[in-house]
């Protein structure tokens, strides 16, 4: 019987929470899409990095299942409100609490296992695109199938569990409690009023607006290339982000409460229009739901946070092949005797068309009035390179060649370290080999990591000037006609293992394959993280707007029905559907915007700052303002799905009461 009965009511949910069943499927679906596409051994052969995928996506799977388990508990709280008469008439009727709480457990794991049912197709479809944006961020033309793997499966079937497992067992306890009353009036209790006064709440808006702006100066501070390596920075951002996650709770407590009794309190504004029902009906709410305002904000801030850093991740490609990578392959020595490096050209030959090599040696000076600049304790010399060879390095990127006069020198550094040396007067002019060499310009953008082995930076000098210095290194640089590819590295690490493998005075040997350096594995291993860490941060952030929307959804589905006779008596009242209509458009304008505002704000202050690290690397200094727009466009995209869907179905119960 009461099998029947759960099966009965599963089916009539599926219709009242069609949002909330959407949004589990879909979940559920991407959960299983991303574990198909991280086990598939066709994507794990892309490349080497793609096993850090899965290990990656281990740990964020963690965070979502928090997320739906959040998700699920919610709704399922707003399911068991509307039931709640219909389960005190059974506990009237002699139904032991025990089997009904058998009976609710049935239910959700009957909508559950249909939600994951769904979820195993759908998933499968998913991976295809999945797959295909991954196949695109890598660059390879190829088209990769990812076919049915049964461990992902088998581990959807853990996370459904374990999911299932905490929300079901958070129902029981709630149930426990319940008495014949509680199940009669449930639905008539919301959430407990936070504020019995007003002087409290103005208080709190105050000091989390204060704490919101001293935890963005924070974050500001550590935003920049001085600050930001240092160890304590990491402190400050931490207690940054659980300043901002404090405001967040804050602001969201109280703002809504404040700014509706400034708005009851205006008669212009109260009686105008529809504005005094909405207000009212809004303020049930606002007063009562604060801490769960607190919690959607948070998770809009997170969504969005990931769609910009996805986006600047994406926007930095080209500038970090750029400095890992500029030449096709690049070796070098600083352990005498040095190489002549004809056995790496010799290997390259058989693969590749060489079009022109480039030796460069790297010189010491021994004065060390650069190096102190950059505070590095490493070495006690500035690393210096005659303008013939710099200017021979410029040629093979298609970059103009410079000029020195005998009484100048060049500087070409990180741009990261350029505050450093910028506008300082003590490297205007240099003693250099017993001459004054005046500082001509300094130049960002033909460094790489590379140049040398040493440091940040080279002082480029005309060719006289490094005659009896002493060689700290000697490079190579090989360009080919073809274009390199990772697997050229390990061939010549295997073939030139007996130049790449030394061993010290007590006999122990160690590789130095660091000194080969290939653009084709440049090239892979940046598509590989930036596939990886787009595809992530787009994860994260559409399963936070899922949940987001659902939420709200929900919660004005349910708002549907329980103030049915709100709608009905302005109905009665003579007001058309049309102006009726609007009333509630304008109510979920406001239900879905307040979560919303205080986290766009938040998160364009905090990505101003991240712009100051990654201007450098960006494209221009303004571009992440693109960025951001085009988050905001890919966020309200998907939360208006979720606000129209509410809408509809609201309008949809409001007519059906009626």
Same mark, same amino acid.
């Given at each position: 019987?009461?099998?029947?009965?759960?099966?009965?009511?599963?089916?009539?949910?599926?219709?009242?929470?069609?949002?909330?069943?959407? &949004?589990? #499927?879909?979940?559920?679906?991407?959960?299983?899409?991303?574990?198909? +596409?991280?086990?598939?051994? *066709?994507?794990?052969?892309?490349?080497?990095?793609? /096993? #850090?995928?899965?290990?990656?996506?281990?740990?964020?799977?963690?965070?979502?299942?928090? +997320?739906?388990?959040?998700?699920?508990?919610? #709704?399922?709280?707003?399911?068991?409100?509307?039931?709640?008469?219909?389960?005190?008439?059974?506990?009237?009727?002699?139904?032991?609490?025990?089997?009904?709480?058998?009976?609710?457990?049935?239910?959700?794991?009957?909508?559950?296992?249909?939600?994951?049912?769904?979820?195993?197709?759908?998933?499968?479809?998913?991976?295809?695109?999945?797959?295909?944006?991954?196949?695109?961020?890598?660059?390879?033309?190829? +088209?990769?199938?990812?076919?049915?793997?049964?461990?992902?499966?088998?581990?959807?079937?853990?996370?459904?569990?374990?999911?299932?497992?905490?929300?079901?067992?958070?129902?029981?306890?709630?149930?426990?409690?319940?008495?014949?009353?509680?199940?009669?009036?449930?639905?008539?209790?919301?959430?407990?009023?936070?504020?019995?006064?007003?002087?409290?709440?103005?208080?709190? $808006?105050?000091?989390?607006?204060?704490?919101?702006?001293?935890?963005?100066?924070?974050?500001?501070?550590?935003?920049?290339?001085?600050?930001?390596?240092?160890?304590?920075?990491?402190?400050?951002?931490?207690?940054?982000?659980?300043?901002?996650?404090?405001?967040?709770?804050?602001?969201?407590?109280?703002?809504? /409460?404040?700014?509706?009794?400034?708005?009851?309190?205006?008669?212009?504004?109260?009686?105008?229009?529809?504005?005094?029902?909405?207000?009212? #009906?809004?303020?049930?709410?606002?007063?009562?739901?604060?801490?769960?305002?607190?919690?959607?904000?948070?998770?809009?801030?997170?969504?969005?946070?990931? %769609?910009?850093?996805?986006?600047?991740?994406?926007?930095?490609?080209?500038?970090?092949?750029? %400095?890992?990578?500029?030449?096709?392959?690049?070796?070098?020595?600083?352990?005498?005797?040095?190489?002549?490096?004809?056995?790496?050209?010799?290997? +390259?030959?058989?693969?590749? &068309?060489?079009?022109?090599?480039?030796?460069?040696?790297?010189?010491?000076?021994?004065?060390? *009035?650069?190096? /102190?600049?950059?505070?590095?304790?490493?070495?006690?010399?500035?690393?210096?390179?005659?303008?013939?060879?710099?200017?021979?390095?410029?040629?093979?990127?298609?970059?103009?060649?410079?000029?020195?006069?005998?009484?100048?020198?060049?500087?070409?550094?990180?741009?990261?370290?350029?505050?450093?040396?910028?506008?300082?007067?003590?490297?205007?002019?240099?003693?250099?080999?017993?001459?004054?060499?005046?500082?001509?310009?300094?130049?960002?953008?033909?460094?790489?990591?590379?140049?040398?082995?040493?440091?940040?930076?080279?002082?480029?000098?005309?060719?006289?000037?490094? *005659?009896?210095?002493?060689?700290?290194?000697?490079? %190579?640089?090989?360009?080919?006609?073809?274009?390199?590819?990772?697997?050229?590295?390990?061939?010549?690490?295997?073939?030139?293992?007996?130049?790449?493998?030394?061993? /010290?005075?007590?006999?122990?040997?160690?590789?130095?394959?660091?000194?080969?350096?290939?653009?084709?594995?440049?090239?892979?291993?940046?598509?590989?993280?930036?596939?990886?860490?787009?595809?992530?941060?787009?994860?994260?952030?559409?399963?936070?707007?899922?949940?987001?929307?659902?939420?709200?959804?929900? *919660?004005?589905?349910?708002?549907?029905?329980?103030?049915?006779?709100?709608?009905?008596?302005?109905?009665?009242?003579?007001?058309?559907?049309?102006?009726?209509?609007?009333?509630?458009?304008?109510?979920?304008?406001?239900?879905?915007?307040?979560?919303?505002?205080?986290?766009?704000?938040?998160?364009?202050?905090?990505?101003?700052?991240?712009?100051?690290?990654?201007?450098?690397?960006?494209?221009?200094? $303004?571009?992440?303002?693109?960025?951001?727009?085009?988050? %905001?466009?890919?966020?309200?995209?998907?939360?208006?799905?979720?606000?129209?869907?509410?809408?509809?179905?609201?309008?949809?119960?409001?007519?059906?009461?009626?």
């Amino acid at each position: 019987m009461l099998g029947k009965l759960a099966y009965r009511n599963a089916k009539r949910s599926i219709r009242d929470y069609l949002i909330y069943m959407i &949004t589990i #499927t879909v979940s559920f679906s991407l959960m299983l899409a991303f574990n198909l +596409v991280a086990n598939s051994d *066709q994507v794990k052969e892309l490349s080497y990095g793609m /096993d #850090t995928f899965k290990s990656v996506l281990t740990f964020i799977n963690i965070i979502i299942i928090f +997320v739906i388990c959040f998700l699920i508990n919610y #709704t399922t709280r707003f399911m068991f409100e509307k039931r709640s008469k219909e389960l005190g008439t059974y506990m009237l009727l002699g139904i032991k609490k025990k089997e009904i709480a058998y009976l609710l457990v049935i239910e959700n794991i009957l909508l559950g296992i249909f939600a994951f049912i769904l979820s195993i197709p759908l998933g499968f479809v998913f991976s295809q695109f999945i797959s295909l944006v991954i196949v695109k961020l890598l660059g390879i033309p190829e +088209v990769i199938f990812i076919s049915v793997d049964f461990v992902p499966i088998g581990l959807l079937v853990i996370y459904f569990l374990l999911v299932y497992m905490l929300v079901l067992f958070n129902l029981l306890i709630r149930i426990r409690k319940m008495t014949i009353h509680n199940f009669i009036y449930f639905d008539k209790q919301n959430e407990m009023k936070m504020f019995q006064s007003s002087k409290k709440r103005n208080i709190l $808006f105050i000091v989390s607006v204060i704490i919101g702006f001293v935890s963005l100066l924070i974050w500001n501070s550590r935003c920049n290339f001085e600050k930001f390596n240092e160890q304590a920075t990491y402190t400050y951002m931490m207690a940054s982000m659980i300043m901002i996650i404090i405001s967040v709770y804050g602001i969201s407590a109280s703002c809504a /409460d404040m700014l509706l009794q400034v708005l009851l309190k205006s008669r212009k504004i109260k009686y105008q229009k529809d504005n005094l029902f909405v207000t009212r #009906t809004f303020a049930s709410k606002a007063r009562t739901m604060s801490f769960t305002f607190g919690t959607l904000s948070m998770l809009v801030l997170l969504s969005l946070l990931c %769609l910009n850093y996805s986006s600047i991740y994406k926007g930095v490609y080209k500038t970090n092949i750029e %400095l890992n990578a500029p030449y096709d392959v690049e070796v070098f020595n600083r352990t005498q005797p040095f190489d002549d490096f004809n056995e790496y050209i010799c290997v +390259v030959e058989e693969d590749y &068309t060489i079009n022109e090599t480039v030796r460069y040696d790297i010189y010491k000076e021994p004065d060390h *009035q650069i190096q /102190d600049y950059y505070d590095v304790q490493f070495y006690n010399y500035d690393t210096v390179m005659k303008l013939s060879s710099y200017n021979k390095l410029l040629k093979l990127r298609n970059m103009d060649t410079i000029e020195l006069k005998d009484n100048e020198y060049f500087l070409v550094t990180t741009s990261q370290s350029l505050y450093k040396i910028e506008g300082n007067d003590d490297i205007k002019n240099i003693q250099f080999s017993g001459k004054e060499l005046h500082l001509k310009g300094i130049d960002t953008e033909s460094y790489w990591h590379r140049i040398n082995g040493t440091s940040r930076f080279v002082v480029i000098v005309p060719d006289k000037y490094v *005659q009896g210095l002493e060689v700290a290194e000697q490079h %190579l640089i090989i360009d080919t006609k073809e274009d390199t590819k990772a697997e050229l590295k390990e061939k010549i690490i295997t073939d030139l293992e007996h130049l790449l493998v030394v061993r /010290d005075e007590n006999g122990k040997s160690y590789n130095e394959y660091y000194r080969v350096n290939v653009r084709g594995e440049a090239i892979e291993e940046q598509n590989t993280m930036t596939a990886i860490i787009a595809s992530i941060c787009l994860y994260i952030a559409f399963i936070l707007i899922f949940a987001t929307g659902t939420i709200l959804a929900v *919660q004005s589905l349910s708002d549907s029905s329980k103030y049915k006779y709100r709608y009905l008596t302005l109905r009665k009242l003579g007001v058309n559907d049309n102006s009726l209509f609007s009333t509630i458009r304008k109510q979920l304008l406001i239900l879905f915007g307040v979560p919303v505002i205080y986290s766009v704000i938040a998160s364009f202050c905090m990505l101003v700052s991240v712009n100051n690290i990654y201007q450098v690397l960006l494209e221009n200094r $303004f571009i992440y303002l693109f960025y951001f727009a085009g988050s %905001l466009v890919l966020f309200f995209s998907v939360y208006g799905i979720y606000w129209i869907a509410a809408y509809t179905s609201f309008k949809r119960n409001i007519s059906e009461e009626s």
